[in-house]
């Protein structure tokens, strides 16, 4: 007998094929096709516009869902994505078939909308700015009554100084008293009293931002220079009175208008020739409010 032993060979399968198998292609297979998903859904959202996103939206809720099962029926209903080339929008196209007609946004309400918010903004902003223009204008109104009591040469004054508010602005007044004027008579001259009631004022308009406009008043008396009349005298008593300002301060660029007026609105209507209708008028004018940096009506 001889001593060999068989030779026994042991084979062992491999199931799925090992590294010739194919099931691991099927699975990348699938990871690919969703990466596409993906990638083409974020490209349809980038691409569409809120109203397609709405109509998109619209049409996949259960309300809006096709009942039909025929393949023209169905999500894409018979069209093909890219229909109108790769590199044109055929996916707009999809879309704009698939949604509803979107709602009409009305550009003439949207800017009328706008338009209201403006106003109301600029009413908000004029109100505001005409409640500081009003206190301001009482805070120089008290500061003069104030400097008229505590300095003993304006006391004897104040009968010759009236502050009032008018639909032009704050109206500050020096009104000739029976024996005291503030000119030399028919003449642009003022007189050392009147300076030092021009003074104060100054001091306190120089306070404020707004414009000056300032108007000479006689009275109904012809005056007594050939040649030269009152409407002559009014305009130059006050442009004697913008010098005397702009001496103590007042910028240029603040003086609006200088007027002479004459006899044509008296102070004292019921006697056009009482003394006290002969006056310098100086007005700080309201202002218009600024707009904001930006600010678009």
């Known amino acids: ?63 809006s869902i096709s009942e039909s099962k025929s393949g023209a029926g ?57 409640r500081r223009e009003e206190m301001a204008f009482n805070s120089a109104a008290e500061s003069l009554r104030q400097a008229m009591q505590d300095l003993p040469e304006l006391a004897e004054l104040s009968k010759s100084l009236i502050v009032d508010q008018t639909p032009e602005g704050l109206r500050i007044q020096i009104v000739d008293q029976e024996g005291r004027s ?8 003022l007189r050392p009293h009147t300076m030092i009631l021009l003074r104060s004022v100054a001091k306190i308009i120089n306070r404020l931002p707004n414009r000056i406009s300032i108007y000479g008043h006689t009275d109904a008396s012809p005056s007594a220079a050939s040649g030269y009349s009152n ?34 609105e008296p102070l004292f209507p019921d006697d056009p020739f009482m003394p006290g209708n002969r006056r310098i008028s100086i007005v700080l004018l309201r202002e218009a409010p600024p707009l904001p940096a930006g600010y678009k009506l």
């Not at 062992?12 to 194919?22: D, M, P, S």
């Not at 002559?232 to 004697?240: E, K, T, V």
């Open 74 to 130: 169905g999500i894409l209903g018979g069209t093909a994505l890219g229909e109108d080339g790769s590199r044109n929008s055929g996916t707009t196209a999809l879309v704009s078939k698939l949604a509803p007609k979107a709602p009409d946004v009305s550009r003439d309400k949207f800017q009328e909308k706008s338009s209201t918010s403006n106003e109301v903004s600029k009413n908000a902003l004029e109100q505001a700015m005409a």
């Open 231 to 264: 409407w002559d005298l009014s305009f130059n008593r006050a442009n004697a009175a913008r010098q005397f300002l702009q001496e103590n301060r007042l910028r240029e660029d603040r003086i609006y208008q200088v007027t002479g007026k004459a006899g044509s």
């Open 182 to 189: 503030m000119f030399e008579p028919g003449s642009a001259n």
């Open 1 to 63: 007998m001889s001593d060999e032993r068989p030779i026994i060979k042991k084979v062992i399968k491999v199931q799925g094929g090992g590294h010739h198998g194919g099931a691991w292609k099927v699975a990348y297979a699938d990871f690919v096709t969703a990466m596409m998903a993906f990638f083409l859904l974020m490209w349809l959202i980038n691409t569409t516009t809120p109203e397609q996103k709405r109509g998109v939206a619209d049409y996949f809720a259960p309300a």
